[in-house]
């Protein structure tokens, strides 16, 4: 397979998708560049000749037709919050935007299903199915930006996996364009169809290197109206998975979020985000944002007291506050969903977005730990997030005056995070993909046949390598 290409694009190739899609399916001046070329942590920077916006699945079918007859290769990008820099154009590729095809296309809320346009942005999204009775639950901090292209692409994780699933598992239909233009109709939107391979989970996470998602029916769910909401501190971390257990019997379930905070990154929200406070009065390590949700007139609140109160007598939990109006929940929410913004104002740091079996997490948080301070003696780690789904974002920050040391050791500091990971059998990329920043680091944790079948299948689909290339797929 070709590698990445850095060759020029030719005006030629330029002016057949100009004709192919009329002015305002294209855009080449600098302002309208500018902001898909940077990303949200500043790491990738990208350069592209040309933003191509279709505003039709034909189009898009269109512009790949011009691609793969002249072997141009393009990035699609949704709203550029990837962590991973998989949607930069940094071979200077052709940019492919969804932005004008952003449409609700039907909701239906007797078959609980929604088909919507791969460029909708995730907000719009919810906000369609509250309108209908339902519930879209895909929820994670970056939602009034992302799309579900680039939700489905990442199959993006967030704070709701632990009651509904990751984007993978939300998905009823997909509609895809190959690399060779054809369009892949899958919008069947059935529950039940074991009619051969399931061939839209394929393009699901896969960063748009083996096509781009135009459209997808969506599964929707009872809507929510009833939500209990605690902030409750541990007596320490291994509290947190019996805290988990514990809960999701006495409520039969409802656990929607279980998020770890640690105080730490309390500390830099309270310090860097306004209107925060501190929810209880004594400060502990860890603690835990719970959030239990049901649809109807059944008491959460009651039954997650009660959990709650034996976990105290079990000594789990320190003290715990609950939310006692819409706006305390919103506060209590802010608290977890600013940590990264936090820790951003605060300097730099090296983020790890990792999984482990959740029971392992108090040995992963300690292990790493031990890691890093031989690496980087010093060494700030802030662990937090969905706990409950054995997914930490495992942030390693530095004391004022060194960020550039920290830097400076992301690699020797990722491969000692990493193999704690790999020796408890987790994944070093949970829900984050790996795009441009694990893509060579993955051939060391996953099999050479697992990975020589990822190069058959993009070789298969793509195999002029125009898709998003080098991208995912380790470069070597
Ligand atoms: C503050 C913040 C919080 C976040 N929290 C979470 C979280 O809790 N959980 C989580 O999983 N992620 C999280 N993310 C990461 C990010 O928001 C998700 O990865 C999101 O799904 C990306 O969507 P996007 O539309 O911005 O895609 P982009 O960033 O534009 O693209 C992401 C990838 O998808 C590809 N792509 C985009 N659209 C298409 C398409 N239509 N067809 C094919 N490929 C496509 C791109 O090429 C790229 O490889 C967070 C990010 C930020 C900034």
Redesign the pocket.
């Known amino acids: 397979m070709e590698g990445p290409m850095k060759r020029k694009i030719s005006n030629e190739v330029l002016d057949r998708i100009r004709d192919a899609l009329g002015p305002l399916g294209v855009a080449d001046d600098a302002a309208a560049l500018a902001p898909h070329l940077s990303?949200?942590r500043n790491r990738w920077r990208g350069s592209t000749p040309l933003l191509v916006k279709p505003a039709t699945t034909e189009e898009v079918s269109r512009v790949l037709l011009i691609c793969s007859e002249t072997s141009t290769p393009i990035?699609?990008?949704?709203?550029?919050?990837?962590?991973v820099g998989?949607?930069i154009p940094t071979q200077g590729e052709l940019l492919l935007s969804?932005e004008r095809m952003d449409d609700i296309r039907s909701v239906s809320a007797s078959d609980n299903t929604m088909t919507v346009d791969?460029?909708a942005v995730l907000g719009k999204v919810q906000l369609a199915a509250e309108k209908a009775g339902r519930l879209f639950p895909l929820s994670?901090?970056?939602e009034g930006?992302?799309?579900i292209?680039?939700?489905l692409?990442?199959n993006?994780?967030?704070?709701n996996v632990l009651r509904y699933g990751m984007s993978r598992d939300l998905v009823l239909g997909l509609e895809v364009v190959l690399a060779d233009g054809r369009i892949l109709d899958m919008m069947r939107g059935l529950r039940k169809d074991n009619t051969g391979y399931d061939l839209k989970q394929l393009?699901i996470g896969?960063?748009?290197t083996l096509?781009?998602?135009?459209g997808a029916t969506l599964k929707l769910f009872p809507s929510v109206s009833n939500y209990s909401t605690v902030f409750a501190s541990l007596s320490n971390i291994d509290a947190a998975i019996q805290l988990l257990n514990k809960l999701q019997s006495s409520t039969g379930n409802l656990i929607t979020a279980f998020e770890l905070i640690p105080r730490r990154g309390l500390e830099l929200v309270l310090k860097h985000i306004p209107q925060t406070s501190d929810p209880l009065p004594a400060s502990h390590e860890w603690s835990v944002l719970i959030e239990v949700s049901n649809p109807e007139a059944f008491d959460v609140t009651k039954a997650l007291e009660e959990g709650l109160a034996g976990a105290v007598d079990d000594e789990l939990v320190v003290d715990a506050i609950f939310a006692k109006s819409e706006r305390d929940r919103q506060a209590l929410w802010r608290l977890r969903e600013t940590i990264?913004?936090a820790r951003r104002l605060e300097g730099a740091s090296i983020a790890n977005d990792i999984s482990v079996q959740p029971s392992k997490i108090p040995l992963l948080i300690a292990n790493s730990n031990a890691a890093i301070e031989k690496v980087f003696p010093g060494a700030i780690p802030i662990a937090f997030g969905?706990v409950g789904d054995g997914n930490i974002h495992y942030a390693v920050c530095a004391a004022k005056g060194r960020d550039e040391e920290l830097l400076s050791l992301r690699d020797a500091i990722e491969n000692a995070v990493f193999a704690e990971v790999e020796r408890l059998g987790g994944s070093i990329s949970a829900?984050?993909?790996l795009?441009l920043a694990k893509n060579d680091a993955i051939t060391r944790y996953k099999s050479a046949a697992e990975i020589e079948v990822m190069k058959t299948l993009k070789a298969a689909l793509d195999p002029k390598n125009i898709l998003?290339p080098g991208?995912v797929l380790p470069t070597s």
Request: with cysteine.
């Open positions: 990303e949200w990035v699609p990008q949704g709203g550029n919050t990837g962590l998989g949607q969804l791969a460029g994670l901090a970056a930006s992302c799309t292209g680039g939700n692409s990442t993006a994780g967030g704070i393009f896969a960063e748009g096509g781009i998602i135009t990264s913004e969905h829900e984050h993909g795009g998003n991208k």
